[in-house]
């Protein structure tokens, strides 16, 4: 860890005075973005339930970190089936938030400390409480196919597509005698985004947002919004039958366009998608093609490695997945967004494991979550950092399925039960403890006393499950912590374009342990080395004299960064290898003569 300068930072210069130029500067490219799962940020009124005056409370927190924005995960109302995610009303708070006058002082703060708010906007679904559904159910004019509705008896579903949580995706309605779609959730029926009326109406959400001075979106499954016509049946041979029919649709581009072109388009304001279940491939088209208007697409190639084939929680492969898998998935995302697109970079989220104990090791907790803070802030794309992060949070630990709240586990959970393919929880409560959701939901310890000062309630999802992590109050009186590191990790992003801007190119493809690349902008030159194995690895620095691994010239480098105590001898111009400890960062550049 560097020694010099305010923060521990070198003296490295402001950005906007570099003397390399950047024709297409973007306040999102260059910002680094936290997000925040209101339940378990901060409690403000002690009622076991994270919510807006406990962010506002902790805007100082964020400022300090260094952070430019933040996507604040839905506080809208809702009957809280999925967490939020099931949303009753778009332009209204949810009581256990808040209210309206709450979000608006949050925003005020936060703008007032340079940080930006992009809201989670979900546009796939709604509740089955939202009016528009009632209306629906009940047929009222104007109302009829706001959401996808098939005829039929009760006893056959339209088509043999899956729910994404388990069992079919068809639920019956006895008052309307008919079948709607949910993809997710039952309270979560989709949307029909065929209905013009329907576009019109997410339009005019996105545009009420907008209008109240929030800086840009994060679309909840955007991949989902158009079906197959007819909803003929899926391939049972999918993870999840019928997937194929229900994502990237014939009409998505069009409707994300309409959307983006209608709101975000006319405003400085970023949008970013969430496509699960989306090929890089099926993915940068629309990054292509200016007419979708979408800025950055969540693509998660590289976090379902380790995930089984199957899906199934039964499945024997989970956890499988080795470095040179990794290195493939993100070489072949930084080549092909090089000319198009920009990635979202990302380790875990609301939906994931923590980074630490899925890509790291927790016996080398601190060296894992520093060198995953390492690639996450050095590589080419806008930096999401999941709160929790930057304390080297792990996994929790769940020994009944009546701790887990997830309902996507629970809904698999209870399919495998129903089914007859596991007879208890025990049988997958090792996978569950690998891959549940509810890891990133843990409520955030803002010290060591009761309940991790989080709440002076009964916290919503039980905080003494939480893996191990210091708390906030610890973590930033030591300068040593995993926080000092990400402070220090995300001040260096903030003042070298080449760490943002610059072009990557893979320096180790196939080594086991080695994850080396370079970033290059005019003439400066990043190079990172981090040694991912417990049994730590050797670098060989490409030379810089146009013989081997790079044509640059230069000086000798200039050492940025190292997460170990005591930093490794910098490499000086065509050195020999360094052997690099468990999970070892270190980060160089070399600088034109």
């Known amino acids: ?93 949810d009581p256990q938030f808040g209210t309206m006058t709450d979000w608006e002082e949050l925003l005020e703060a936060l703008h007032a400390h340079d940080v930006r708010l ?28 706001f959401y996808h509705w098939v005829e039929g008896t009760p006893d056959e579903p339209p088509n043999n597509w899956e729910s994404l949580f388990g069992g079919s995706a068809w639920t019956y309605d006895d008052r309307r005698e008919a079948w709607y779609l949910s993809i997710f959730d039952p309270a979560q029926p989709d949307l029909n985004w065929r209905n013009p009326a329907v576009r019109e109406a997410m339009t005019s959400v996105a545009e009420f947002w907008l209008d109240r001075g929030v800086d840009g979106f994060r679309l909840d499954a955007a991949s989902h919004l158009s079906k197959a016509d007819g909803y003929p049946d899926g391939d049972p041979a999918n ?34 998608a969430e496509m699960g ?30 995930d089984a084939a199957s899906g199934r929680l039964d499945a024997d ?47 080398y907790r601190h060296a894992s979550a520093t060198l995953l803070a390492t690639f996450l802030l050095t590589m080419r794309g806008t930096p999401f950092v999941y709160q929790g992060a930057e304390l080297g949070a792990t996994n929790a630990a769940f020994d009944d399925l009546s701790e887990v709240d997830d309902p ?29 959701r509810d890891h990133g939901r843990v409520p955030i310890p803002w010290t060591d006393g009761p309940n991790g000062g989080f709440t002076e309630g009964m916290p919503w999802l039980d905080p003494s499950s939480r893996g191990a992590e210091v708390d906030v109050a610890s973590a930033r009186e030591d300068p040593e912590s995993v926080w000092a590191h990400y402070r220090e990790l995300i001040d260096l992003r903030h003042e070298r374009d080449v760490l943002v801007y610059g072009d990557y190119e893979p320096l180790s493809p196939d080594d086991e342990r080695l994850f080396a690349y370079e970033r290059t902008l005019g003439g400066r030159r990043a190079v990172v080395a981090l040694g991912w194995s417990d049994e730590g690895a050797t670098f060989e620095p490409p030379r810089t004299d146009g013989d081997a691994g790079s044509t640059a010239t230069g000086q000798d480098p200039e050492l940025l960064y190292w997460n170990y105590p005591d930093p490794p001898v910098p490499p000086a111009t065509g050195a020999d290898a360094i052997d690099l400890r468990p999970y ?3 980060v160089y550049e070399v600088t034109p003569e």
């Open 1 to 93: 860890m560097s020694d010099t300068g305010e923060h521990g930072r070198g003296d490295t210069g402001e950005r906007g005075t570099s003397d390399i130029g950047v024709a297409d500067r973007e306040w999102w490219k260059e910002a680094v973005i936290y997000q925040i799962y209101p339940k378990s940020f901060d409690d403000g009124d002690g009622d076991g339930v994270g919510d807006l005056p406990g962010i506002t409370e902790r805007v100082g927190y964020l400022d300090d970190l260094g952070v430019d924005g933040v996507w604040l995960c839905p506080v809208y109302e809702s009957p809280m089936a999925d967490n939020g995610y099931d949303i009753s009303d778009y332009r209204a708070i």
């Open 118 to 145: 992009i809201m989670d906007l979900v546009v796939n679904h709604t509740s089955k409480e939202h009016e528009w559904f009632r209306r629906s159910r009940r047929e009222e004019d104007g109302y009829e196919d």
């Open 239 to 272: 993870a999840v039958t019928g997937i194929e029919r229900f994502t990237h649709g014939p009409r998505l581009s069009a409707y994300l366009g309409e959307l983006c072109a209608e709101t975000i388009a006319k405003r400085d304001a970023v949008t970013a």
């Open 277 to 306: 279940a989306t090929s890089l491939e099926q993915a940068t088209p629309y990054l292509a093609d200016d007419a979708v208007g979408v800025d950055m697409i969540f693509q998660f190639d590289h976090l379902e490695l380790g």
């Open 317 to 363: 492969d989970w956890g499988e997945w080795d470095l040179r898998e990794l290195k493939a998935t993100i070489d072949r995302r930084q080549e092909r967004l090089a000319d198009v697109g920009w990635d979202p970079l990302t380790l875990s989220n609301h939906d994931l494991p923590r980074a630490v104990s899925r890509f790291g090791d927790e016996a």
């Open 408 to 436: 996507w586990i629970r809904g698999k959970v209870d399919a495998l039960l129903a089914e007859g393919a596991i007879d208890s929880f025990d049988e997958v409560r090792d996978v569950v403890n690998y891959r549940s």
């Open 584 to 586: 070892e960062a270190v």
